[in-house]
């Protein structure tokens, strides 16, 4: 089925050290999100990109960058990771035209900081 | 500041119930989206209702908007232990495609 893959489903780095964290898509969508949701709270728009034009919430930390190499596949680098940046990340993918405002999710990377 | 604030933060029912949650909002919308969370995962869209409807249905799902008070509300009918999620309101603003998401609504659905 056509879907958004995310991997890993759980990843556990060290304060400080890079991560990077994948998104796959087979549903050809244009545009690609980036969510931040720590327990309990709503999810936290960081950034997304429109085909390759890349757009960054302004509240999002310096600390957090992307990288969208083709339609299917969107990366999130963490650079240094603080233990604040420990959360569920979540990838999400709209089209444009009909339904284009509709957003689907990948199941998510549950990131531990040690 | 959140575009989307939910009440009740938690509601506990017993299968067969009606669930109702409501979304507060502050600002004009293009359309209000309902998506649930099942604890761990994504998010996955349940309805979208555009500012010129006033009630939209979906199976067991009916949603309601009130653009003066800027609030919608989502009731689940004749509840199953399976609705037990998290539900999320989000709102569409402007031309982009940038969602805001509300607060949510932790539904536990007892047998």
């Known amino acids: 089925d056509a879907m958004v893959i995310q991997n890993p489903r759980y990843q556990v780095t060290q304060f400080g050290k890079p991560v990077t964290l994948s998104c796959s898509q087979t549903?050809?969508?244009?545009?690609m999100y980036w969510y931040q949701q720590k327990s309990s709270q709503a999810p936290k728009l960081l950034f997304h990109?429109?085909?390759?034009?890349?757009?960054n919430e302004a509240d999002t930390p310096d600390n957090f960058q992307s990288r969208r190499p083709n339609t299917s596949f969107c990366f999130l680098d963490i650079r240094s990771p603080g233990l604040g940046d420990a959360a569920m990340y979540l990838c999400a993918t709209s089209r444009e035209g009909a339904g284009k405002d509709i957003q689907y999710f990948g199941a998510g990377t549950r990131l531990s900081v040690l | 500041s959140q575009q989307g604030e939910e009440d009740p933060q938690a509601l506990s029912i017993q299968e067969g119930e009606n669930a109702t949650m409501n979304c507060s909002y502050k600002?004009?919308?293009?359309?209000l989206q309902w998506y649930r969370q099942n604890s761990g995962r994504g998010l996955v869209h349940l309805i979208l209702?555009?500012?010129?409807?006033r009630e939209k249905h979906s199976g067991r799902l009916r949603v309601t908007l009130d653009t003066s008070k800027k609030s919608s509300s989502l009731l689940i009918t004749a509840s199953r232990a399976a609705d037990t999620a998290s539900y999320f309101c989000a709102t569409l603003t402007g031309g982009g495609n940038k969602l805001t998401f509300g607060t949510g609504t932790q539904l536990k659905v007892e047998l």
């Open positions: 209702i555009r500012s010129n409807e």
């Open positions: 990109y429109y085909d390759k034009d890349f757009n």
């Open positions: 549903l050809n969508h244009n545009v």
């Open positions: 600002t004009s919308i293009n359309n």
